[in-house]
């Protein structure tokens, strides 16, 4: 993707969109900048999304884009410039009932503005549904901002419910502090339990009689990261989910819990915000230890269960109240844990294995029912 640049120079940038199966509906996932980015890392991430909906019964299949780039090193018309190169060169594969982008790791709902618009004038007519995590004035949904850590919060809940354990004065530890990792030291607070340790890319900081989420929020706003926040203690953040506690949760980038950190992880459950955190091999340490895991495609599908209701609200032209929404929200999580659950007690294996289950035997279902064509 040749991209003009501010200085007047050409710079070529690669990125791509997956699909990876849409017998259940359109393709959805979301399109992440960074300069780690592969073509391996996006297809395993499409066939995530693929198990995800299935998982929360929801009618897309699974895909995901990506960009080799530091966003943080282009300008505001250069990353939409880049943007918008992106949607052109894949504008055929995308569409209300082909393929939604959605905002993921360094793209918001500013860049989805900018991949609709680009849709919108190759087509010559509004097409509002192509994109979610839009901003509200241009057909955004109510409740999609903090979707992902909602669901994430009702799968704690679930979670400690089914193992009998109290959530008032319980500890967790949270690695990242953006999107989905700064509203769960709110809402895990709210609902009595102490966050006693937060992580981001430059530090980490611990507190073992809880965080003050406004302080942090308020110290994060000031300094840019968690790191030299004076209601806590600087630790190495190698060693945040050694802490000893009764929740981890990794909300930050893939691969973080490998087998060395698995074998001295310090809590009882992990639900995994992040997308594809745990391992491989560090999974099958967590499961001899008898930790709980709440896998990525059930813990973290508050996200995309939200986008649906927002390329609903789209395709029908009505915008739903915010109570509804979450109404609706809470639901669906609830669905989708309970039939989870029910899977790994009826096969005896672990959450994550019952929920890829689950997907599988949905999307099949749905590829047996289409057919073959011709």
């Given at each position: 993707m040749p991209v003009r640049l501010g200085d007047g120079h050409v710079q070529v940038f690669?990125?791509?969109?997956?699909?990876?199966?849409?017998?259940?509906?359109?393709?959805?996932?979301?399109?992440?900048?960074?300069?780690?980015?592969?073509?391996?890392?996006?297809?395993?991430?499409?066939?995530?999304?693929?198990?995800?909906?299935?998982?929360?019964?929801?009618?897309?299949?699974?895909?995901?884009?990506?960009?080799?780039?530091?966003?943080?090193?282009?300008?505001?018309?250069?990353?939409?410039?880049?943007?918008?190169?992106?949607?052109?060169?894949?504008?055929?594969?995308?569409?209300?009932?082909?393929?939604?982008p959605a905002p993921d790791v360094n793209t918001d709902s500013r860049v989805m503005a900018w991949v609709m618009d680009t849709v919108s004038m190759l087509r010559g007519e509004a097409t509002p549904g192509v994109v979610t995590g839009k901003p509200l004035a241009i057909g955004g949904s109510h409740g999609h901002v903090g979707a992902t850590a909602t669901g994430v919060t009702l799968c704690t809940k679930a979670t400690f419910a089914e193992l009998g354990m109290g959530l008032p004065g319980a500890r967790a530890v949270i690695q990242g502090h953006g999107k989905v990792g700064a509203p769960l030291v709110f809402l895990l607070t709210s609902l009595g339990m102490r966050v006693v340790a937060v992580a981001d890319v430059a530090g980490a900081v611990h507190n073992p009689a809880g965080l003050d989420p406004a302080a942090l929020a308020d110290h994060v706003a000031e300094t840019g990261t968690v790191a030299g926040f004076p209601q806590a203690d600087p630790i190495d953040p190698e060693d945040l989910f050694t802490i000893e506690c009764e929740l981890a949760i990794p909300a930050a980038l893939a691969g973080v819990i490998t087998v060395e950190l698995a074998e001295r992880l310090g809590a009882k459950i992990v639900v995994e915000a992040a997308n594809g955190p745990t391992r491989p091999?560090?999974?099958?340490?967590?499961?001899?230890?008898?930790?709980?895991?709440?896998?990525?495609?059930?813990?973290?599908?508050?996200?995309?269960?939200a986008s649906y209701f927002e390329w609903a609200q789209s395709r029908q032209?009505?915008?739903?109240?915010?109570?509804?929404?979450?109404?609706?929200?809470?639901?669906?999580?609830?669905?989708?844990?309970?039939?989870?659950?029910?899977?790994?007690?009826?096969?005896?294996?672990?959450?994550?294995r019952a929920a890829v289950a689950l997907g599988v035997e949905r999307v099949a279902e749905a590829t047996r029912l289409r057919g073959l064509f011709p």
């Open positions: 690669t990125g791509w969109r997956v699909h990876h199966d849409t017998s259940r509906g359109p393709g959805k996932g979301g399109i992440r900048f960074h300069p780690a980015v592969d073509v391996h890392e996006v297809m395993a991430l499409a066939a995530d999304m693929t198990i995800k909906c299935a998982v929360v019964d929801i009618p897309f299949g699974g895909a995901k884009g990506g960009v080799v780039v530091d966003p943080a090193t282009l300008s505001t018309p250069e990353l939409e410039r880049l943007t918008r190169r992106w949607a052109f060169a894949v504008g055929q594969m995308l569409g209300p009932d082909r393929d939604i091999e560090a999974d099958a340490v967590l499961e001899q230890r008898g930790i709980v895991v709440v896998p990525d495609v059930l813990a973290n599908a508050g996200g995309v269960t032209g009505y915008a739903w109240e915010s109570e509804l929404v979450a109404q609706r929200l809470r639901q669906t999580m609830d669905r989708a844990f309970r039939s989870t659950w029910e899977q790994a007690l009826t096969l005896k294996v672990p959450l994550r």
